[in-house]
């Protein structure tokens, strides 16, 4: 089933001679359960096209439909966009933007007592994602007593706390070395193969490529045809099993 499909998308900035097409005709569909990159230089439109379909921002036209259900069209919103990225959709950024003050559970505590789960129910829950993300002996530090990697993985846990259908990360890994880097993508890539996740990663790293199922390229605002990877899943030794 397709989580997520973006058709016929276009997206422009400005005017005249300081006109940029972002997006141009763009089209893609991600399946439950599939990790797809988006690669491109900078500028490509990769960011505009996942902010886009994350509906964090509305095209100018073509339609959005998350799990089947049609939420943009012509871009118009046809939904409470807001409620529907708390609901369906986590998002990881490059850098993990953490609360600084507060410990690795703290911090994933808050996306569930934001919808509504507080107490308990959200430390236990927050605990489950950090153990399965190989964090549970981190539960207690806070951010600058973790590694760049560890950090990412808690925004990673974060953006897992209401077991989203779709999980949108823009250059997650661009701040971290190519070990950790690969160990993340790895992560994404077992996210969605064991919990029937869409996930969809925009990076310029070709060393981790191997990680995805497929392999979208755009360039000047135009996707090209994806690209079948079909490479098994190695996960990263550190990791316990779910």
């Known amino acids: 089933?397709?989580?997520?499909?973006?058709?016929?998308?276009?997206?422009?900035?400005?005017?005249?001679?300081?006109?940029?097409?972002?997006?141009?005709?763009?089209?893609?569909?991600?399946?439950?359960?599939?990790?797809?990159?988006?690669?491109?230089?900078?500028?490509?439109?990769?960011?505009?096209?996942?902010?886009?379909?994350?509906?964090?921002?509305?095209?100018?036209?073509?339609?959005?439909?998350?799990?089947?259900?049609?939420?943009?069209?012509?871009?118009?919103?046809?939904?409470?966009?807001?409620?529907?990225?708390?609901?369906?959709?986590?998002?990881?950024?490059?850098?993990?933007?953490?609360?600084?003050?507060l410990s690795a559970l703290e911090n994933v505590m808050v996306a569930f007592e934001i919808n509504g789960q507080r107490g308990r129910v959200a430390r236990r829950h927050a605990l489950d994602l950090?153990?399965?993300?190989?964090?549970?002996?981190?539960?207690?530090?806070?951010?600058?007593?973790?590694?760049?990697?560890?950090?990412?993985?808690?925004?990673?846990?974060?953006?897992?706390?209401?077991?989203?259908?779709?999980?949108?990360?823009?250059?997650p890994t661009a701040a971290l070395d190519g070990a950790r880097s690969r160990d993340v993508m790895l992560l994404f890539r077992r996210i969605a193969h064991e919990r029937g996740t869409a996930v969809v990663v925009v990076t310029h790293d070709h060393r981790v490529l191997d990680a995805f199922d497929t392999v979208h390229e755009m360039e000047d605002g135009v996707l090209a045809p994806p690209r079948a990877q079909g490479r098994p899943l190695t996960t990263p030794a550190h990791l316990p099993p779910p």
């Open 1 to 101: 089933m397709l989580a997520l499909r973006g058709e016929r998308l276009d997206k422009t900035y400005g005017a005249g001679d300081n006109r940029v097409v972002a997006l141009s005709d763009v089209t893609l569909g991600v399946e439950a359960g599939e990790v797809a990159a988006l690669l491109g230089p900078s500028g490509s439109g990769k960011s505009t096209l996942l902010t886009t379909l994350g509906l964090l921002q509305l095209p100018d036209r073509g339609s959005v439909w998350l799990a089947g259900r049609e939420v943009v069209v012509g871009g118009r919103a046809l939904a409470d966009l807001s409620a529907l990225r708390r609901s369906q959709i986590g998002f990881v950024f490059q850098k993990a933007n953490l609360v600084p003050f």
């Open 130 to 171: 950090l153990g399965y993300l190989g964090l549970a002996d981190r539960a207690d530090h806070r951010p600058d007593e973790l590694s760049g990697g560890q950090q990412q993985r808690v925004a990673i846990a974060r953006a897992l706390a209401m077991s989203p259908p779709l999980v949108l990360a823009d250059e």
